[in-house]
């Protein structure tokens, strides 16, 4: 199994998301995918994982006022929506965390709020040197990530300071916060697309391995990468 995984820009937080990833199938390959190696080709790939970082470029996600948008790479930005179109064009699992699920909303047409705390929600981003911050979820009954999680409610991590303000026309908000941030998305008509599944927290550092919006997540993706492998094989 080879999994694409992108380049946070900061080792030791793309170092949890790998450990975190290796953990459910430690026999995968996980490339690091950034532009800063020049052209990346997904042939050959049964993922993709799209990660935290940076700001989205404003000029792309329509997030105003511009001045509370903070550091973005454009290269980045650009990076990523190629990898994206290409992953959705070869029906690859995607799995996207924070950013990744800001990427994917602003690629697919939607737009995202500049800064959570100016727009009035303060209990999303957790500052240097203060204690992690965790908030409830609640998800809507019938979807994707109900049935990832087998649950309905919850609780879940905090560390971002943008999120979803429109919602792209082929997604559907599948959770949310306790004041209504949008905290997960998915496809909102599956026809033949493959797995997407978009969320706002960070799974990869959830300490209590018994919290469903932690294994859960990462077992569905590997799950659906190896039934992409199954396909594939048996299509040969």
């Known amino acids: 199994m080879k999994i694409a995984v992108t380049d946070t820009g900061k080792p030791e937080k793309q170092k949890q998301y790998m450990d975190w990833l290796q953990s459910f199938d430690p026999g995968a390959e996980?490339?690091?995918?950034?532009?800063?190696?020049?052209?990346?080709?997904?042939?050959g790939f049964d993922g993709v994982v799209l990660?935290?970082?940076e700001d989205v470029d404003p000029k792309?996600?329509?997030?105003?006022?511009?001045e509370l948008v903070e550091q973005f790479d454009r290269q980045r930005d650009d990076f990523e929506?190629?990898?994206?179109?290409?992953?959705?064009?070869?029906?690859?699992?995607?799995?996207?965390?924070?950013r990744g699920m800001q990427v994917a909303n602003v690629f697919l047409g939607g737009t995202l709020v500049a800064d959570l705390s100016s727009a009035g929600f303060e209990r999303h981003t957790a500052l240097?040197?203060?204690?992690?911050?965790?908030h409830a979820i609640t998800v809507i009954s019938g979807s994707l990530i109900a049935a990832v999680t087998e649950t309905l409610s919850g609780v879940i991590n905090s560390y971002h300071h943008q999120s979803v303000r429109v919602v792209a026309d082929d997604l559907i908000a599948s959770g949310y916060?306790?004041?209504d941030v949008v905290e997960s998305m998915e496809w909102k008509e599956k026809n033949d697309r493959s797995f997407l599944l978009l969320v706002q927290w960070h799974p990869e550092r959830i300490a209590d391995k018994s919290n469903p919006f932690t294994g859960k997540i990462g077992s569905a993706f590997f799950h659906e990468a190896q039934n992409l492998i199954q396909r594939n094989t048996k299509a040969q």
């Open 30 to 43: 996980l490339v690091i995918a950034s532009y800063r190696y020049g052209v990346f080709d997904l042939t």
């Open 51 to 53: 990660t935290g970082g």
């Open 177 to 179: 916060s306790d004041d």
């Open 128 to 134: 240097k040197g203060q204690p992690e911050l965790r």
């Open 81 to 98: 929506f190629r990898m994206l179109d290409t992953a959705l064009k070869m029906k690859l699992p995607v799995l996207g965390i924070c």
């Open 60 to 66: 792309l996600s329509m997030a105003t006022p511009e």
